[in-house]
């Protein structure tokens, strides 16, 4: 039946806003990103408390929303951990083993909507106001960041270049948000016509136009130092999305593997990125 639905109930999303769109298009956009941006899991699992509770640190508020912070205290340089889309704080456990055998100062926190934060949706521009509240208060010398984590220290860079941060290192990240759409297009179904009212409410809304709200974009003009690891296989973000990143940011080092996936816990990566920060 789960499954049944889950192939109904976008189908049903697509019909109604290419209905809506014919009558008013802002609202429909309005809503399709509504539906775009909710988040479905990533709140703290029985299996993850334990692990997260023992480093729970404040609670910060950051506009409308409570965010959970988290300290793993070190006498070394600070180091900032932003988790990518649908998890949390939770998935970074064996860099932070790494981090804490090399004296790293660890700050952590969840993003709105996840984990122990406050919320229902979240986008780009809304991590990234939590991620500057975290960069100001904590002021990290380097970041790592997954996923949909790494688009958003990128376009936080791109809208604040003067930063204490050093270094910058992703992992599996996006590159470009026409992409997402694309992939959201073809899920709902929904026409051009709603496409086209939501790129004008992208526009209105933020500034930018779907193919504007790059990453390849925000690295342009990025004078902090860059590692990306990317994946070849990777089934959920195309390694082409850092490749081009990397050919746009001149100070990164691009990294490729085979058969590590998406999430990429493995040894060998952390201590490549122990390697890359102590460097």
Request: glycine share 6%; net charge positive.
């Amino acid at each position: 039946m789960k499954k049944i639905l889950a192939k109904i109930v976008p189908f049903a999303y697509g019909k109604l806003f290419n209905i809506q769109v014919l009558f008013n298009p802002r609202a429909t956009a309005i809503k399709a990103f509504d539906v775009f941006c909710t988040i479905r899991k990533g709140k703290v699992l029985p299996v993850q408390k334990a692990f997260l509770d023992a480093a729970k640190h404040e609670v910060e508020t950051v506009g409308e929303h409570q965010v959970q912070s988290y300290q793993w205290k070190g006498t070394g340089d600070t180091v900032l951990l932003m988790h990518g889309w649908e998890s949390n704080t939770y998935r970074w456990r064996n860099l932070i083993k790494k981090l804490k055998e090399n004296n790293f100062n660890i700050i952590a926190f969840d993003a709105p909507a996840h984990g122990y934060s406050s919320g229902k949706r979240l986008h780009v521009p809304l991590y990234s106001l939590s991620s500057r509240h975290m960069l100001d208060k904590y002021r990290p010398k380097y970041v790592v960041a997954h996923s949909v984590g790494g688009m958003t220290i990128l376009y936080d860079h791109f809208k604040n270049p003067e930063s204490t941060v050093e270094k910058i290192v992703t992992v599996g990240s996006p590159c470009e948000f026409s992409q997402f759409m694309d992939h959201y297009q073809k899920l709902l179904r929904f026409n051009n016509r709603v496409r086209a009212a939501m790129d004008k409410r992208l526009k209105e809304w933020l500034g930018f136009h779907f193919h504007e709200f790059s990453s390849a974009l925000f690295v342009a003009t990025n004078t902090k130092k860059g590692l990306l690891f990317h994946d070849e296989y990777d089934l959920q973000v195309p390694f082409a999305a850092s490749k081009r990143v990397h050919e746009h940011w001149k100070g990164s080092q691009l990294v490729a593997t085979k058969g590590l996936g998406h999430s990429m816990h493995q040894e060998t990566v952390n201590e490549q990125i122990i390697a890359f920060l102590e460097t």
